[in-house]
């Protein structure tokens, strides 16, 4: 029986807002826009010694490219200089045809369950180091930045820090411990978000996956999507997307399996009393959501756009681990040329403004400001 690891442990081997009115329509169908990357800095804080009883994650070089990223101490992931370094990452970006990365954390790093200090101060050093890259490559990475969702004070702080450095959003978990992302604890920080215009990045954890899953060596196969599913879901039917208008939320994976869910979830609604026209409907809340396009399959990316719609789906990659597409665009490549273009750059250019590489005298990725819901795109060019 073939095993799946969630980790995929080897790193995959190389092959409203002022400013000027931006007309997405008109950017060439050049230069990826890779929403969905990770980043990790290779000297990362160390905060196994400072705060004793939590988990941390710390990383161990082991060669001129290579280190080890361990958690709690033990081994989690090999990576490479991929993970840290940006001219390692250019290089591939310009092979493989990518104009604009976005950084995030990797996942192990939420660190949900461990002091809401430390998680704060390890979210604080991840975004200094994805702020130094932004500042020496402005035209070819922008980030998601970390949060302490422990402590949505925290959490908004933060996130307020990473918007004023030009940041696209931040990036979550699916769930924060045993607490849902529709959890009314965690509307000021949605709406905040909603109001910064930060995309609100979904990613699983590890540490979060259904232990069957986990016991079936089903994690990366079936444990992430299903992860992602649940935290959707409730989402949808909790009524915290009403009580969040704004909020701009991003599934990770294609939105895993709730596509799949989305019929059965619209059923349950109705059993339960609810009118089968009505604009609460789990697929018609499903609207407002966005997802990335790794699906690995053309027909559960067709699946993702029948559910957000093709104007909430962007690229996505899982770069630089082996989850990685091989191509790097092999879902997108044959896709219609318009819908290859909304979710390669389009769809984030008509809410961000234009990117490097699009033909619209793009500002830099950093510094841009956003649009809310329904207004123009515009840039702030002071």
Not at 80 to 94: G, L, Y
Not at 259 to 271: M, Q, Y
Request: proline share 7%; net charge negative.
């Amino acid at each position: 029986m073939y095993a799946q690891s969630a980790t995929l442990d080897e790193p995959a081997v190389p092959p409203s807002r002022g400013g000027t009115t931006i007309n997405a329509q008109l950017s060439a169908r050049t230069g990826l826009v890779d929403v969905h990357t990770h980043a990790i800095d290779d000297h990362l804080l160390d905060l196994r010694h400072a705060y004793p009883h939590d988990l941390w994650p710390s990383v161990e070089r082991t060669g001129d490219t290579k280190a080890q990223l361990l958690f709690g101490g033990k081994h989690y992931r090999r990576i490479d200089q991929r993970c840290w370094s940006p001219t390692a990452r250019i290089v591939d970006m310009d092979r493989q045809g990518v104009a604009v990365q976005v950084l995030s954390p990797i996942p192990v790093t939420f660190c949900y369950r461990a002091s809401a200090t430390g998680a704060a101060e390890l979210a604080s050093a991840q975004n200094d180091f994805f702020a130094r890259i932004i500042q020496e490559h402005p035209t070819r990475f922008t980030a998601l930045g970390a949060v302490a969702l422990q402590n949505p004070d925290l959490a908004v702080d933060e996130m307020r820090h990473c918007m004023r450095r030009g940041f696209l959003g931040v990036e979550i978990g699916s769930r924060v411990g045993d607490t849902e992302l529709g959890d009314p604890s965690l509307d000021r920080f949605f709406a905040t978000a909603g109001e910064l215009g930060a995309l609100v990045l979904v990613h699983p954890s590890d540490q979060d996956l259904p232990a069957r899953t986990t016991a079936l060596g089903l994690a990366f196969g079936a444990g992430m999507p299903i992860e992602t599913a649940l935290a959707a879901a409730a989402l949808l039917v909790s009524g915290a997307l009403a009580r969040r208008p704004e909020v701009r939320i991003c599934l990770a994976h294609g939105g895993g399996a709730l596509p799949a869910l989305i019929g059965r979830l619209d059923k349950g609604a109705v059993i339960a009393g609810m009118p089968a026209d009505s604009p609460e409907l789990p697929s018609r809340q499903a609207r407002r959501l966005w997802s990335d396009c790794l699906t690995y399959d053309r027909q559960a990316l067709y699946a993702a756009i029948d559910v957000f719609g093709s104007d909430h789906v962007v690229f996505g990659s899982d770069y630089p681990f082996a989850a990685m597409p091989e191509p790097l665009d092999d879902i997108v490549a044959t896709l219609p040329a318009d819908l290859h273009r909304r979710i390669c750059r389009t769809n984030l250019e008509e809410h961000y403004g234009a990117f490097p590489g699009s033909g619209n005298n793009p500002l830099p990725v950093a510094g841009r400001h956003r649009r809310a819901h329904g207004g123009p795109v515009a840039l702030d060019l002071g």
